[in-house]
Nanobody, 124 residues
């Protein structure tokens, strides 16, 4: 069992930056692939980025490539999402999720554990 707690959300102006953190409980964090998803009002939850268990592989949706960076610190049981050059369309609740299979995956259904989410609001 893994419990995930996100933090770091907030209100920022367009062009600004935020760093989201996701702290995980449990000894097996280092073997899990981790993902970030987001859900805007009235829209379905969508994949944003993922990182493999070792950190050696990452994957991003096209709309955030070059602006967002996913990373992890297995010693701290934490995964991060650095978000730069934020746009109003990035406004959403951001969720982290864990997949015990360890490899980078995009599909929402592959992730077994989810955090409660953190709100990111980007003003124009």
């Amino acid at each position: 069992q893994v419990q995930l707690v996100e933090s770091g959300g907030g209100l920022v102006q367009a062009g600004g930056s935020l760093r989201l953190s996701c702290a995980a409980s449990g000894r097996t964090f280092s073997s899990y692939a981790m993902g970030w998803f987001r859900q805007a009002p009235g829209k379905e939850r969508e994949f944003v980025a993922a990182i493999s268990w070792s950190g050696g592989n990452t994957y991003y949706i096209d709309s955030v490539k070059g602006r967002f960076t996913i990373s992890r610190d297995n010693a701290k049981n934490t995964v991060y999402l650095q978000m730069n050059s934020l746009k109003p369309e990035d406004t959403a609740v951001y969720y982290c999720a864990a997949d015990p299979r360890g490899t980078v995956v995009v599909g929402l259904q592959r992730y077994d554990y989810w955090g409660q989410g953190t709100q990111v609001t980007v003003s124009s």
